[in-house]
């Protein structure tokens, strides 16, 4: 039960200015395209694949769209899974979607899953609607992908971050996955993240052989950078990486090696691309940001969380042997937390945003909020990102953060430590003020 200062501040809460910093929104058309795209998010999929739904995989990403016939099919698939998998935080924030933005309130079964379908496609091109719904969840900028950039139509409210090249992901059962990254991305425009789980990679177009490949794959890779445009470069940091210093004749061995590598080659070739990747970062682009995820790693179809001590030791290394470079973490990780804030306590150049993945739960949102509350300083962290595809999960996003830090923030002002003004403050600090500062994210006057 929440007492009567929580309630308060929650409500105080939904009047404090919002920026989202990281989603996969689609320039143009920013909203769901039918019940599928609500009830089907990833994170939905996967509670559901837990209860025993089929289907692990996500439907057809961007730029593909899920047919008619494939939306159907995942739809009824997972109807009588939906009542085994009602318990979790995350079938919550489907049923305040449905309530607050469809008025539906009743649950969703094979009789009239049509009928709530067919309300949400009635909104699939409405974009004033879609803008309402981010002002009703009082946000005020969003950061998107720039591979889903389509006409620019929504430029006056998006902000973007590049996610291209992943050289320091893994992926199941791949050992080179770092020169894979790099080879389909060189000579090209940039374009879109592969997918965590897309099975077996074509030929490269432009293999990586030698040195010198990789030298002039990573100049390019950055060259092709629309730097007037993107605020970060977001990418992920596995942890089963041992990220050192590499030197040439080390890589040179690693490469000769390339058909027979294993996860030493692996981290290797990962960790010298991405020095390489970094000395280029502070040389062509040192306005932009170096965002990475943490402490999510390759599973058949999603990822599990887990994440190394060794881990934490070497990102503290990275930051610090990159002073000029500007690092963002996304977490996923709860246990990690801690470990995240003493590193930002001591490297300039580092800060925390919102709760990734496998921490969007209430509980270990809670958690990671008054951690970084009680150890770091409001310019060191971002209070939300939503990690959404459409504007309605960042509006059921919203909501549940605003819960959490209520909560957070209502316990400070119960034990003395803040006042309820400065619990606000503190709120719009890291929700609106310190992704205007760490990010460049200035307030839309169309929101």
């Known amino acids: 039960m929440w007492d009567r200062a929580e309630q308060e501040l929650f409500e105080a809460l939904a009047e404090t200015p919002v920026i989202d910093v990281h989603t996969h929104l689609v320039d143009g058309h920013l909203g769901a395209r039918g019940l599928h795209e609500i009830l089907l998010y990833h994170m939905v999929v996967s509670d559901l694949y837990a209860a025993g739904c089929p289907s692990g995989s996500r439907l057809t990403e961007y730029p593909g769209w899920p047919s008619p016939q494939e939306a159907q099919r995942r739809v009824e698939e997972a109807l009588p899974y939906l009542e085994l998998a009602r318990s979790t935080s995350t079938a919550w924030a489907v049923r305040m979607i449905l309530a607050d933005l469809y008025d539906w309130h009743q649950p969703v079964h094979a009789r009239n899953w049509r009928d709530l379908h067919a309300l949400i496609q009635a909104r699939e091109w409405d974009g004033d609607w879609h803008r309402q719904v981010l002002r009703r969840a009082n946000i005020k900028r969003v950061g998107t992908e720039w591979a889903r950039r389509q006409t620019g139509r929504d430029d006056d409210i998006l902000e973007y971050a590049l996610e291209w090249g992943f050289f ?8 080179d ?13 940039p374009g879109t993240a592969t997918p965590i789980a897309a099975g077996k990679r074509p030929p490269a177009e432009r293999p990586i052989r030698t040195l010198e490949d990789v030298h002039e794959a990573v100049a390019d890779y950055v060259a092709a950078f629309p730097k007037d445009r993107m605020r970060a470069a977001a990418t992920h940091i596995s942890t089963d990486l041992d990220l050192r210093p590499v030197t040439d004749d080390e890589m040179a061995i690693a490469l000769a090696r390339r058909d027979h590598a294993g996860e030493h080659e692996r981290s290797v070739c ?7 990747y970094l000395r280029e970062l502070e040389r062509q682009a040192p306005h932009v940001v170096f965002q990475f995820s943490l402490g999510a790693e390759p599973l058949p179809f999603e990822t599990g969380s887990r994440l190394s001590q060794r881990t934490i030791a070497q990102i ?3 930051c610090s042997r990159h002073p000029a470079v500007r690092f963002m973490c996304f977490l996923a990780s709860r246990h990690g937390n801690q470990g995240l804030c003493t590193l930002c306590r001591e490297l300039p150049n580092l800060s925390l945003a919102g709760y ?3 921490n969007f739960f209430p509980d270990a949102m809670r958690q ?15 209070g939300f990102f939503s990690d959404a595809y459409c504007v309605e999960w960042t509006y059921g996003k919203m909501q549940m953060m605003r819960r959490c830090l209520a909560e957070a923030l209502g316990r400070r002002v119960r034990i003395g430590q803040y006042t309820k003004d400065d619990a606000l403050a503190v709120a719009r600090h890291i929700l609106h003020e310190s992704p205007r500062q760490l990010l460049g994210f200035e307030p839309s006057a169309a929101l």
């Open 368 to 382: 990671v909020m008054e951690e970084r509350l009680d150890m770091l300083p409001l310019n060191k962290q971002i």
């Open 177 to 189: 996955t770092a020169l894979c990254e790099l080879e389909a991305c060189w000579g090209r425009p």
């Open 356 to 358: 990734w993945w496998h």
């Open 168 to 175: 320091t992901r893994c992926r199941w059962g791949e050992y």
């Open 270 to 276: 990962a960790s010298y691309i991405n020095e390489r």
């Open 316 to 318: 503290g290394e990275l």
